[in-house]
């Protein structure tokens, strides 16, 4: 098990990776008059058949080679159905897939979201080629980063470079620490 | 809040000295497990304290990247340590602070870490 859901976001978009996608979208939601936490993981990769799909949630099920079992859908998946939580994929062969992750925000069982911005830091800086939307938001607080609005402005200095992967944690943990105030999530 | 005009201060700082990074063919490379295995055993820290370490000392022959799962899960994180001309080495169980021993020993004075290596 993972001991953060930060790190299932973490594990979870790794497929994104992998699935050749060219934008990675991230949401994290948390809104106490509701009591939920939401997370959401949308690419546009290379998605799933309607076989596959059924299939990625068991954790006997997996398409590498290196060992028999999968499990990181099954971790996040479980982590949020304990805290009475839903959790929802849905794919499309060539369009991409959307993994949707609901928690019951209070609930005993819920795992601390934990550090959200070292997930980001190192999916941005990891790969450089790739465009991240990342948007969080705490009830009527959000901020969201475009990855696509630093590359036009760097124009081709790569997201990796010390400077600016400095640049883009402080981004993160800054906005993070703005939106978030007192509320511990 | 962080502003986009840092940013573009940055990029005005940094034009033109990009060019002077190492080419990939003669960099050492770090390749850190990140599939869920090994981010279940705690390779996040690990692999960020190899990017601030590597940063730090301004270790600019040295690349350091991700691999997905290379099927020794339970020997994870694992960190295999690239040098072109050279075998390959490999060390579990890499936590942040033998991170950094690793780069202080392996990284800048050419010693393998031989205690943290795959048995």
Known sequence: ?185 | MKSLAELKAIRDKMQGTIGLRAEDETATRVVVGMATCGIAAGARPVLTAFVNGVQEKKLSNVMVTQTGCIGLCKYEPIVEVIEPGKDKVTYVHVTPEKADEIIEKHLVNGQVVSEYIIK
């Open chain 1, 1 to 185: 098990m993972m001991t953060e859901l930060s790190l299932n976001v973490l594990d979870v978009a790794q497929n994104s990776v992998k699935a050749g996608a060219k934008l990675i979208e991230i949401s994290v939601i948390a809104d106490s008059h509701t009591d939920r936490l939401v997370i959401t993981i949308n690419d546009n990769g290379c998605g799933m058949s309607d076989e596959q799909v059924t299939k990625v949630t068991d954790p006997f099920f997996t398409t590498r080679t290196t060992r028999e079992v999968g499990l990181g859908i099954p971790f996040f998946k479980l982590a949020c159905e304990t805290t009475g939580g839903a959790f929802e994929i849905k794919s499309k062969l060539d369009e991409g897939t959307l993994v949707k992750a609901e928690f019951v925000l209070s609930h005993i069982d819920r795992m601390p979201l934990g550090d959200m911005p070292a997930t980001m830091l190192s999916l941005v800086t990891m790969n450089i080629d790739i465009d991240f939307v990342y948007r969080f938001r705490v009830n009527e607080k959000e901020f969201i980063m475009d990855t696509r609005e630093f590359r036009e402005v760097l124009e081709g200095i790569p997201f990796n470079t010390p400077e600016v992967s400095r640049y883009i944690k402080e981004y993160l943990e800054g906005n993070q620490t703005e939106v978030q105030g007192d509320i511990v999530i």
